[in-house]
Nanobody, 122 residues
Framework: QVQLAESGGGLVQPGGSVRLSCVAS????????MGWHRQAPGKQRELVAF???????TYADFVKGRFTISRDSAKNTVYLQMNSLKPEDTAVYYC????????????????WGQGTQVTVSS
């Protein structure tokens, strides 16, 4: 079972930046797509961005132009660079491995990590 471990969250002021990291227990990045999700209190978990094994990236509308997903296969790590943060970005952020369906929708598979809390507040 592949284990995922997220890190890098914390308290950030509005307009600030933070970079999240997700390390996998084995090299899966050449096989699977990888995604970042978030879950705010009282809300459902939502997809933020994903990156395919061919490095094609897709973003949710609410983060386009502000967040960037990338990966370093040599380090078994996927990143989420978050800029111009807003209070509504406050959530626990999770990474996942997955694949796309026929329509290009990202489908996470396997277990989730513990997540990392990002709080945007002055």
């Amino acid at each position: 079972q592949v284990q995922l471990a997220e890190s890098g969250g914390g308290l950030v002021q509005p307009g600030g930046s933070v970079r999240l990291s997700c390390v996998a227990s084995e090299n899966i990045y050449t096989i699977f797509s990888m995604g970042w999700h978030r879950q705010a209190p009282g809300k459902q978990r939502e997809l933020v961005a994903f990156i395919t094994s061919e490095d094609i990236t897709t973003y949710a509308d609410f983060v386009k132009g502000r967040f960037t997903i990338s990966r370093d296969s040599a380090k078994n790590t996927v990143y989420l660079q978050m800029n111009s943060l807003k209070p509504e970005d406050t959530a626990v952020y999770y990474c996942s491995r997955g694949h796309e369906d026929y329509y290009g929708n990202y489908l996470p598979i396997g277990s989730w990590g513990q997540g990392t809390q990002v709080t945007v507040s002055s």
